[in-house]
């Protein structure tokens, strides 16, 4: 019911284990799912003006706190990453960094365009094109800048979403809007896409875990390796214009 989890719960396995225990503390389970959906604390990566919105929603109009709703300054005591502005390619590392010290379970909640798919400024050698190549996002907050009341319907969708979690649902990555024809793909492939490259997500792990105490691993580093060289030889694949059909051969 749970073969998806990234951690450890004893409790749980030991009431799996016994049987009839978990009828007898179906009660208990409510609270901690009542516990877990409205003590959501939020690790802030504001970078631009979503910031500024995101500063608003916890100020006295909408009050982020009165949903049990708190912001953290330290990512080992939150359980939900709100990003709200743009990422650049240098900083992506140390938000990666950032998440992976996170305990589980942990959401990630994409704020505004920018975060989404970068924009007006997805095109820009120096902005990552949507967190999404490098975080898994559950919840997507549209918008140039989402004011409040839009923050406080995406932390309501990423309550339901815990509850279906506790619930023992599978947990999907949010539904993401098919990119239009007219615009330019990412040059990264997202997470959920079935051509990514498990290259990629080994190299952008390993990029983040090595920053720090003078062993950070540059680009040219990366590309030099291994694994670097399999992903630049896979993605220069995906990039190439697919050959165009022969015409078929016509019958006497």
């Known amino acids: 019911m749970e073969d998806d989890r ?32 409205n003590a959501l604390w939020i690790f802030p990566m504001a970078t631009s ?16 706190d ?20 743009t990422i650049t390619v240098k900083m992506a590392p140390r938000v990666k960094k950032l ?14 365009s920018c975060a989404i798919s970068g924009d007006f400024y997805r095109d820009i050698y120096s902005v990552v094109p949507g967190i999404d190549t490098f975080l898994p996002v559950d919840v997507y907050v549209p918008g140039c800048p989402p004011n409040p009341e ?37 040059s990264l492939p997202r997470l959920d896409d079935p051509t990514r490259p498990d290259e990629l997500s080994l190299l952008q792990t390993q990029s983040a875990g090595s920053l720090g105490h003078g062993t950070e691993m540059n680009l040219i580093e990366l590309r030099r390796s291994k694994a670097g060289e399999a992903l630049a030889a ?18 006497e």
């Open 150 to 186: 839009e923050l406080m319907h995406g932390l309501l969708r990423l309550q339901e979403k815990i509850r279906a979690f506790r619930a023992g649902k599978p947990r999907g990555a949010a539904e993401r809007p098919p990119t239009p024809e007219h615009m330019r793909r990412p």
């Open 66 to 85: 009165r949903m049990g709703t708190i912001v953290r300054g330290t990512p080992r005591q939150s359980d939900v990453m709100v990003v709200a502005g």
């Open 234 to 251: 896979k993605l220069a694949a995906l990039r190439a214009p697919a050959a165009p059909a022969e015409p078929a051969e016509k019958k």
């Open 49 to 64: 003006c979503c910031g500024i919105e995101f500063m608003a929603a916890a100020a006295s109009r909408v009050d982020l």
């Open 6 to 37: 990234a951690f450890t719960h004893p409790l749980y396995d030991f009431m799996a284990r016994m049987p009839g225990l978990d009828v007898a503390t179906t009660s208990v389970d409510k609270l901690l799912t009542w516990g877990a959906s």
């Open 99 to 112: 998440w992976d010290q996170m305990p589980e379970p942990k959401w990630c909640l994409a704020m505004g």
